[in-house]
């Protein structure tokens, strides 16, 4: 069982970037998932989730509007769609997994539920 994580890198204040988390092992589709990112000094904080039974969606405030995530169930593909990105997006950037049923809201959107954790990617937004 494996989530891979990639896509990072620098990146220009406005600019775009799309990270992928690709897994093996289970299927994303019956899944609880989610990008959380943590910056320097910073806590880690939950960036988007969606439960497993796909029907709840939650991002953060500071990302709403601006970012995106979606599912691919054919390459077992989740991806993150960042647009105008701030320098304050910077930080390291974790994919997460959880294939048990996870669809309360106090649930899907909390780091400690998930199971399986991607490598994390470097997203630095200079200005």
């Known amino acids: 069982v494996q989530l891979q994580a990639s896509g990072g890198g620098l990146v220009q204040d406005g600019g775009s970037l799309r990270l992928s988390c690709a897994a093996s092992?289970?299927?994303?589709?019956?899944?609880?998932i989610g990008w959380f990112r943590q910056a320097p000094g910073k806590a880690r904080e939950e960036v988007s989730c969606?439960?497993?039974?796909?029907?709840?969606?939650y991002y953060g405030d500071s990302v709403k509007g601006r970012f995106t995530m979606s599912e691919d169930n054919v390459k077992n593909t989740m991806y993150l769609q960042m647009n105008n990105l701030k320098p304050e997006d910077t930080a390291v950037y974790y994919c997460?997994?959880?294939?048990?049923?996870?669809?309360?809201?106090?649930?899907?959107?909390?780091?400690?539920?998930?199971?399986?954790w991607g490598r994390g990617t470097q997203v630095t937004v200079s200005s």
């Open positions: 092992g289970f299927r994303l589709e019956f899944s609880a």
């Open positions: 997460a997994a959880d294939d048990r049923s996870i669809n309360s809201r106090g649930d899907y959107t909390q780091a400690s539920r998930y199971y399986y």
């Open positions: 969606v439960s497993s039974s796909g029907n709840m969606a």
